[in-house]
């Protein structure tokens, strides 16, 4: 973990070390946390994944 976040925060964060990605069911691959950091500046679609858009369920939906 990146020194200048764990000294100086008074805070705790638990983070997972692996992630397990699937895709159709299947394992698609494995993350590995290996550093956490302060994340400079994004573009605010950095995470955007096509097909997973958030919808607001409205009175005429339901």
């Known amino acids: 973990m990146d020194e200048s976040i764990s000294e100086s925060s008074a805070w705790q964060l638990a983070v997972a070390q ?3 990605v699937l895709v159709n069911g299947g394992a698609g691959m494995w993350v590995h946390v290996a550093k956490i950091s302060r994340a400079g ?3 605010s679609d950095t995470f ?3 097909g997973h858009e958030w919808h ?4 005429t939906v339901r």
């Open 48 to 50: 955007d994944l096509p």
């Open 41 to 43: 500046a994004l573009p």
């Open 18 to 20: 692996a992630i397990e």
């Open 56 to 59: 607001r369920v409205t009175d």
